[in-house]
C-alpha cells in the first residue's frame, strides 16, 4: 500500500509545469517524426535528453531544438537492431549522465516502401468500397528478409535497449518504460502489411509481461498505440490518392483526421512521469479501433 507522503509526491510531479526534472531520458529514433518531438517536450518537461538513430543529420537537428530549449542533450548514433552498439550506448549514457530514468523504445522500421504501399492502396481500397471478397494475397507474397527486417527493429532492438536500461533502473529502484506499438498491433488496420502487424504485437505483449515482472521495482511500463499520425509521409500518400479516395478513407476514423504528433508527444510524456500505469496500451486513434 502506498504510503501518503508517497501519493503526495506523485500528486505534486503531476501538477509541477516540469514533471521530469531530474530525470534523465533516453528516446530512440529521435531524428526525425515523432521520436523527435517526444525529445522536445521531455526537456521542456525539465529532463536531460539523450537521443540515438540511425541517421546522423537528423539527429543533430533533433539535438539542436533540443538544447535551444535549455536541456542537456547528447545524440548518439546508434543501430538499435546490434546488441553490442546498443552496450555501448549505454555506457556512454552513464559516463555522461550516470544512470537512465527513462527509455522511449520508439525506433521502428513502418510499411512505407513502394510494395507497402501498392498493398495499402488496394487494402483501403477493398475496405472503403463495395467489392466481391477474395483473398488479398499480402502474407503469401512476403520475403523472409522483409519479415526479419521488421523483427530486427521493432522486436529485437526494443528487448535490446529494454534490457539494458533494466540493469540500471532496477539498481536504483526507479524507471519508467514508454514501448512504441501501433493499433496495428491489436486489431485488422494494417492487415496490408501482416509483418509490420506482427511485430507491433510483439511490443504490445512484451510490454504488458515486462511491466507484470518489474512493476514491484518502481519500473513502470506502458505501450503508446498511435491510430494514425499526422506526418509529412500520410499527408503526401493522402493527397496522392485524390479527394473521392481520401473522403472514403476517413469513414475508417470516426474523429475525421490523424493524431498530431505533439498531441501523442503528451501522452508519452505523462507515461514518462508519476502515475498508476503498469503494462497498459494506451492508443490514442481518433475512435478507428474502440
Known sequence: MLKNEQIERSSGALANARPLQGRVALITGAGRGLGGVIARHFARAGADIVICDVDQPALEETREAVEAIGARCIALACDITSSARVREMFA???ERF?????LVNNAALGPTAAADEMRRNRHY???????????????????DEDWHRYWDVN??????????????????GYGRIVNL??????????????????SKGAVIAFTRTVAAEVAGGNILVNALAP?????????????????????????LIPAGRFGTMDEYAAVATFLAGDHYFVGQVISPNGGAVI
Open 92 to 94: 556512454t549514457i552513464v
Open 98 to 102: 550516470g544512470t537512465l530514468h527513462i
Open 125 to 143: 481500397a477493398y475496405i472503403t468500397t463495395p467489392q466481391p471478397r477474395q483473398a488479398l494475397g499480402f502474407t503469401s507474397e512476403i520475403t
Open 155 to 172: 522486436v529485437h532492438g526494443m528487448f535490446y535497449c529494454t534490457r539494458e536500461a533494466l540493469k540500471l533502473m532496477q539498481a536504483q
Open 181 to 198: 506499438a501501433s493499433v496495428a498491433g491489436f486489431s485488422t488496420i494494417s492487415a496490408h502489411s501482416p509483418h509490420y502487424s506482427a
Open 227 to 251: 491510430g494514425g499520425v499526422q506526418t509529412p509521409f500520410f499527408e503526401q500518400y493522402l493527397d496522392s490518392i485524390g479527394e473521392e479516395a481520401r473522403n472514403r478513407f476517413w469513414q
